[in-house]
């Protein structure tokens, strides 16, 4: 399924904010030093936003590729000899096809998540590490392609409308799996423990326990990750729906930042808990599927016998033609980051808002998003283009400023 719009919601992540109380004077003019990437910090940036761009666009090559040489169709052929279910042969299928698109993003991912880390000094992993993670990670999407069967046997059995259907089916199965993915998905990369006993952080527990009082919110969970045996970065992040709901601190967060800056961090948090971020991506992603699923019904399909007919697509519900709509679900991916980064940056901005209320602190903040670009390898200043296309927060020196408006208005 590759990286479907549903990861935004699947992962909400979020680089936080900063620290503490400054108790300055609100109305006094605060002078700020805004730090900048140095060159090796951009070009490590741009190599991050060129992939990140061009991997789905290799997947879709890939499959367009195989298509074309007709290797996919002999795959399918392949795959119907074992059973004559056809279930089963769509999930052999999906199964090879993940597998081939694993193997042609393996480089990439190498490059971007290993070799680069490491460039950077980001990362705390050694290759067997890195090794068992991706194959995790293909496991799991293995299992969870089992759930792409229903939307096969819809497309398969329903003449009219099986759009809609699977749009139900889907909608239903994001909302599952965002919620089993803290309980069940995320403990197998990681463990998560509650806030350390240690003396500094008492005090840490006790100051999160007053935000969330001002936010008028009952304690929500709050769990640390020990991410320091991947990666060296700092972030938090709130994941789950209903019961499942958490806030997430990285280790790395509380080991390397000082406590009111990580407590900025958490104020950031528990601005996304207190207005649903979760719950607005996850109808986000619901409803932008939507006329997705309308278009491969309405548009794709009448269109399939202009296919080329080396492809092979015999049916809509021929495993090609679901090979086929991944590859554009690829392309779009890139092209569609715009609106949802537009999203992104809208509810970032509103939780930045939301801390700062909670933690009246701007310069503590505006040292915090310095120290997170520092930490991070972030580029405080990219292109704006960039920064409209690909960022899902605003960047950082546009949100020190925004955090140094507090301190005027
Ligand atoms: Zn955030």
């Known amino acids: 399924m590759g990286k479907l719009r549903f990861y935004f919601i699947l992962f909400f992540s979020c680089a936080s904010l900063g620290i503490a109380a400054m108790a300055g004077d609100p109305s006094q003019n605060i002078s700020f030093v805004y730090p900048e990437a140095t060159d090796a910090v951009r070009v490590y940036n741009r190599q991050r936003e060129l992939l990140q761009v061009s991997r789905p666009i290799i997947s879709a090559l890939v499959i367009i590729c195989l298509l074309q040489t007709g290797i996919l169709g002999k795959i399918r052929d392949f795959t119907d000899q074992f059973s004559g279910a056809f279930l089963m042969r769509t999930f052999l299928f999906f199964l090879a096809l993940l597998s081939?698109?694993?193997?042609?993003?393996?480089?990439?991912?190498?490059?971007?998540?290993?070799?680069?880390?490491?460039?950077?000094?980001?990362?705390?992993?050694?290759?067997?590490?890195?090794?068992?993670?991706?194959?995790?990670?293909?496991?799991?999407?293995?299992?969870?392609?089992?759930?792409?069967?229903?939307?096969?046997?819809?497309?398969?059995?329903?003449?009219?409308?099986?759009?809609?259907?699977?749009?139900?089916?889907?909608?239903?199965?994001?909302?599952?799996?965002?919620?089993?993915?803290?309980?069940?998905?995320?403990?197998?990369?990681?463990?998560?423990?509650?806030?350390?006993?240690?003396?500094?952080?008492?005090?840490?527990?006790?100051?999160?326990?007053?935000?969330?009082?001002?936010?008028?919110?009952?304690?929500?969970?709050?769990?640390?990750?020990?991410?320091?045996?991947?990666?060296?970065?700092?972030?938090?992040?709130?994941?789950?729906?209903?019961?499942?709901?958490?806030?997430?601190?990285?280790?790395?967060?509380?080991?390397?930042?000082?406590?009111?800056?990580?407590?900025?961090?958490?104020?950031?948090?528990?601005?996304?808990?207190?207005?649903?971020?979760?719950?607005?991506?996850?109808?986000?992603?619901?409803?932008?599927?939507?006329?997705?699923?309308?278009?491969?019904?309405?548009?794709?399909?009448?269109?399939?016998?202009?296919?080329?007919?080396?492809?092979?697509?015999?049916?809509?519900s021929d495993p090609l033609f679901f090979?086929?709509?991944?590859?554009?679900?690829?392309?779009?991916?890139?092209?569609?980051?715009?609106?949802?980064?537009?999203?992104?940056?809208?509810?970032e901005t509103e939780a930045d808002d939301e801390a700062l209320r909670l933690f009246p602190a701007p310069l503590t903040a505006a040292k915090l998003f310095a120290r997170l670009s520092q930490i991070d390898m972030a580029d405080p200043n990219p292109p704006a283009i960039i920064e409209f296309w690909l960022y899902t927060h605003p960047s950082i020196n546009h949100r020190i400023e925004r955090a140094l408006k507090h301190s005027t208005s």
């Open 100 to 316: 081939i698109l694993f193997a042609a993003d393996l480089p990439a991912s190498l490059y971007v998540n290993f070799y680069l880390e490491h460039l950077m000094g980001l990362s705390n992993q050694s290759i067997p590490d890195f090794a068992l993670e991706r194959f995790k990670y293909l496991a799991i999407q293995a299992a969870l392609s089992i759930f792409l069967l229903p939307v096969a046997a819809l497309v398969r059995s329903q003449q009219k409308y099986w759009s809609i259907s699977i749009w139900l089916v889907l909608a239903t199965l994001a909302a599952v799996l965002i919620f089993i993915k803290p309980i069940l998905i995320d403990p197998l990369f990681n463990k998560f423990n509650d806030i350390p006993e240690a003396q500094s952080s008492q005090s840490l527990r006790k100051r999160i326990e007053e935000l969330c009082l001002k936010a008028e919110l009952d304690k929500p969970k709050v769990f640390v990750v020990d991410r320091s045996k991947q990666s060296k970065r700092v972030n938090a992040y709130v994941t789950g729906i209903a019961g499942s709901t958490r806030i997430v601190l990285y280790d790395t967060l509380i080991k390397s930042l000082p406590e009111d800056e990580v407590l900025m961090v958490v104020a950031h948090e528990i601005g996304h808990y207190k207005f649903k971020h979760i719950y607005i991506g996850m109808l986000f992603s619901i409803l932008g599927a939507l006329p997705a699923l309308l278009s491969a019904e309405f548009i794709l399909v009448p269109f399939l016998p202009n296919l080329p007919k080396r492809w092979g697509i015999r049916t809509k």
């Open 323 to 347: 090979a086929f709509v991944i590859a554009l679900l690829q392309i779009s991916d890139p092209l569609l980051s715009p609106i949802e980064c537009a999203v992104a940056k809208y509810i």
